[in-house]
């Protein structure tokens, strides 16, 4: 990987004493190698956490408030000090850093303007830090303007912004620097969900256009979806699966991951049986259901099945050609129905669960479902996932 002409430790000789970096770990563009946290000496709020980033890499830290996800961007920031482990940039221990020499953009939640400078000066204000020339900043401000299309915003304060507008501003002064390295914390909190959404696109395209590495934290599994190349899902301090979007959906690792990132319907059962890539589960309410063996022990153990509502079909009737395909159908019981636009979320009742979800296109037909009716189910066994207890 390229570096840069004068590296970090030859800037900072206090780092000297940290090591050198092995080949292995210049190969990343960032690294946590087994770093702790402790506010107090006794509880670690972040536990042996060890994260390898490539360059231009959208990497998301997700998980629900206080489990150690924005302790680990303060650390990268330089905000806070690992109790132990180490963080590497650009292959060199950065440690005992201090924030302002690690050449790293910040977008916070509360955007963090200037209120008493316009638009173009708080742009311009960490070039200035930096001793660019007046030349290159009137450049670097307009550049960045059009990156985030406020072109013709740079005379206003902060205060005759929309919420969306100052946020594109953040965003704005945390690249006009041209960082390697942009860290956000929770950015799009105190947006509505339409400006949310259009923000989480317009930050995506910015990092697809720029190649520029980012590391976001958020507790909101959509954005996180929406947006990431990887994510790290935190609870309790430590890192439960980390995995590009569509395996962390599609194959949990575990009962957290699972029910954390986005809608499962949940089956309480013990394992009876172990067929090779499949295992007989026989629920609490008696009845029994093949599913694909991904956190288990052995027979006789205790687990949760995780099955997506969209991964359940509503069969016609007995001669559905979908019948062939799944491995566990059942009769339910129409308990609530949702019309949602695109599609249809229905509550069942259905081996014991009377809060079974089940969420059908609207192109599929099934507008005629009503509460009390009684409907046949069935789902692949590959889609239902037995997880740990």
Not at 259 to 281: H, M, S
Request: net charge negative; with cysteine; aromatic share 6%.
């Amino acid at each position: 990987m390229t570096q840069d002409s004068t590296p970090i430790s030859d800037a900072d000789p206090a780092l000297a004493d940290q090591g050198s970096p092995s080949s292995e770990q210049n190969e990343y563009f960032a690294r946590f190698v087994n770093v702790q946290k402790s506010y107090d000496g006794v509880e670690l709020v972040v536990k042996d956490f060890n994260l390898d980033i490539n360059k231009g890499e959208f990497i998301t830290l997700l998980g629900p408030s206080g489990s150690g996800k924005t302790t680990c961007l303060m650390m990268m920031a330089g905000f806070e000090t690992p109790t132990h482990g180490q963080i590497l940039l650009k292959g060199q221990p950065i440690n005992d850093l201090p924030p302002h020499k690690r050449g790293i953009g910040m977008v916070f939640q509360n955007y963090a303007l200037f209120p008493h400078m316009t638009v173009a000066e708080n742009l311009a204000f960490p070039l200035e830090v930096r001793h660019y020339t007046k030349e290159q900043i009137n450049k670097s401000v307009a550049r960045a303007l059009a990156m985030v299309r406020l072109e013709d915003f740079g005379d206003r304060r902060p205060a005759q912004l929309s919420g969306g507008q100052q946020q594109r501003v953040a965003l704005a002064r945390a690249l006009v620097f041209e960082p390697d390295l942009v860290l956000m914390d929770e950015p799009l909190g105190a947006l509505d969900k339409n400006l949310r959404e259009e923000m989480q696109y317009e930050i995506k395209r910015i990092h697809a256009s720029l190649g520029v590495t980012m590391i976001y934290v958020t507790h909101d599994q959509s954005e996180a979806l929406t947006m990431s190349d990887r994510i790290a899902v935190f609870n309790d301090g430590v890192v439960q699966q980390l995995a590009d979007p569509q395996t962390l959906y599609e194959s949990p690792a575990n009962a957290f991951v699972a029910y954390f990132i986005g809608e499962n319907n949940r089956l309480v059962g013990d394992v009876v049986e172990r067929l090779g890539d499949q295992c007989k589960v026989q629920l609490d309410s008696g009845e029994t259901v093949l599913a694909k063996p991904v956190a288990v022990g052995g027979i006789g153990s205790r687990t949760t099945l995780s099955l997506r509502p969209e991964r359940v079909a509503v069969l016609r009737d007995s001669d559905d050609p979908r019948r062939e395909g799944l491995q566990n159908c059942f009769t339910a019981k129409v308990q609530e129905v949702i019309y949602l636009g695109d599609h249809l979320r229905t509550r069942i009742a259905v081996c014991g669960n009377e809060e079974f979800v089940i969420k059908t296109p609207n192109a599929e037909g099934h507008h005629a479902l009503r509460p009390g009716q009684q409907i046949e189910v069935g789902w692949s066994s590959d889609d239902c996932h037995a997880l740990d207890a």
